[in-house]
């Protein structure tokens, strides 16, 4: 069928707004990387835009050498790893169990897991109870509440339903019990799914700053978003100062003036592991979303 | 062997109690499975809930919950005599109800032209750009948008070439009046991408014989988009929607925490955010509570009553 000049139209536009749309993605990923490496004082005249000016690595350095934000990635990374685990283990016991239609009291337990998804007590209550349990300035408190997701469940139910039962009846049958199916039959089929889930949880870890912004003081356990953060907050606190200075003629020379580019530089390190691993995994984090939707 | 599983299997004979007790027996596994994510739910998601009897006590930090004298509907109606919370609750209204009614179609329009976009090599590279932003920390984007906006930065150099000299430089994130906007675009270029997926996934479901059939009956694109496409995804969107509207009465912190700064944050205070400061920061923890509680039943009755609308209007619903 030959196309209409309508049509024609709309195709090229179409085009020029999805070359649009990805220079709007990724320009201030570029702008960021270049304030990163230029001159933290040249930047400060402005008219960066996608290549540094005076090329520097100081701030690169500055970021690369400073023992708090070592220590922040490795604090993040630990509770990364562990939440990820125990996300795994809970998740896909509860919805493995999910599945099993015959089994006592499973619509009790689906509701039950369900509710806390539509109704929550708060920040403060949440805030009192952890005081309690000691989660208050603990390195746990970034592991043990967030380990189970009943999005997550859900997902990986909808993934099991979709496996054939044959086989599990079949293991049965040869006389393998419900634990040693799960690990030798189900499991294995599940891989993509569980890859979904790992990696979700990995980056959601990677990124969290707010359970440190509520419930954590020691800067020993500080998060590395939340070092970023305090990066931002104070830079700033420190342009406002400067500004204010500048009108009132006060000498603000003590001042460091670097902190746009160091803190471009942090945040070029800090998401650096996600922006060059995202493009190869893609597959994975999509997916998920894509069994959510067929099961809605 | 084939026997006893068949008889294992099909609950046909004895009483309803011997059925019961060879299905817990048959099944005891899955009660282990599902133990540390009932825990998990018990301590973490309902124990909390019994904090929120603070609410209606004047918390004592030190006699704790139990020895707290009750004050009934004080804190209640103490909130909603004070303009500092009346302000976070206009807030929160006025910056998610633009975020939800003005911002659904955002998503669903891309994944529409994704979908007509015919250079599938362009349309991965787009889709995988697109996508990326959501993978990123709220605190890092809003990093970039502080060096994009500043005085010196991208935005005000691309406003000063169009408007030329007489284009006075300022940083619109310092401009309590920009919030909303700030929040509205910053939260579209973080997630238009992602929320386009799962209407892209519910294109890619629609019969393609269905289009076969209106080209043949002379539909053009234009039209198969109105007539075909969209009343296809239509449940996908309307569920989207009913889930979107609990976060009405709902602001997404980081963001929100993220973006406000020492010019803007009096003015652009959400519920959140207050709840935050008044309660951990203020440690004024039944005012807080009470707040929290509010926002958390007035979402709930959201998602219930707007799925019970949509449900009665279209047949269509969460539960």
Known sequence: MKKSLGEKVFDVFNVLLMVFLCVIMIYPYINQLAIALNDGTDTMMGGITIYP????????????????????????????????????????????????????????????????????????????????????????????????????????????????????????????????????????????????????????????????????????????????????????????????????????????????????????????????????????FVQGVTIGAVKD | MNNLAKKLDQPTHGTYWKDLGRRFSRYKFMYVLILPAVLCALIFQYLPMGGLIMAFQDYDIIGGIGKSPFTGLANFKEILSMPKFLGAIKNTLVYSSVTIFLGTPFPIALAILFNELKQQKLKKIVQTVSYLPHFISWISVIGMFYAMFSINGTFNDIMAAIFGSGYERKNIL????????????????????????????????????????????????????????????????????????????????????????????????????????????????????AFGMMQGVVSFLLVVVSNAVVKKGTGMGIW
């Open chain 1, 53 to 284: 000016r005076k090329l520097t690595w100081v701030n690169f350095e500055a970021i690369l050498t400073s023992k708090s934000i070592w220590k922040a990635a490795g604090v993040t990374a630990a509770s990364a790893i562990c939440s990820t685990v125990l996300i795994l283990v809970t998740c896909v016991g509860a919805a493995y169990a999910m599945t099993k239609k015959q089994m006592p009291l499973r619509s009790f337990f689906i509701w039950f897991l369900m509710i806390p998804s539509y109704i929550s007590a708060g920040i403060i209550p949440t805030f009192i109870l952890y005081r309690y349990l000691h989660l208050l300035n603990s390195w746990w408190v970034y592991v043990l509440p967030g380990a189970f997701v009943f999005y997550n469940t859900i997902i990986i139910r909808t993934y099991l339903s979709s496996l054939p039962t044959a086989l599990e009846e079949a293991a049965y049958i040869e006389g393998a019990n419900e634990i040693q199916i799960l690990y030798k039959i189900i499991l294995p089929l599940c891989k993509p799914i569980l890859a979904t889930i790992a990696l979700w949880s990995v980056v959601a870890a990677w990124n969290s700053w707010t359970p440190t912004l509520y419930y954590v003081n020691d800067s020993n356990l500080y998060t590395l978003q939340y070092v970023v953060m305090q990066l931002i907050k104070q830079s700033e606190a420190i342009s406002k100062m400067t500004t204010e200075a500048m009108m009132t003629g006060t000498d603000m020379t003590h001042v460091k003036p670097t902190s746009e580019a160091i803190k471009s530089a942090a945040i070029i390190c800090s998401t650096l592991p996600i922006i060059l691993s995202y493009p190869f995994l893609q597959r994975y």
């Open chain 2, 174 to 289: 310092c401009d309590p009046d920009s919030f909303l906007s700030i929040i509205f675009w910053s939260g579209q270029w973080k997630n238009i991408g992602w929320n386009s997926v799962v209407y892209l996934a519910a294109i890619a479901g629609i019969d393609p014989t269905m289009y076969e059939a209106a080209k043949v009956d002379g539909c053009n694109r234009l039209k198969q988009v109105f007539y075909i496409t969209i009343p296809s995804i239509m449940p996908t969107i309307v569920i989207c929607f009913i889930m979107g509207m609990s976060s009405l009465v709902n602001s997404n912190f980081e963001q929100v925490y993220g973006f406000q700064n020492v010019y803007t944050q009096e003015a652009t205070e959400v519920i959140n955010t207050l709840t935050y400061r008044q309660g951990i920061l203020n440690g004024d923890y039944s005012m807080a509570t």
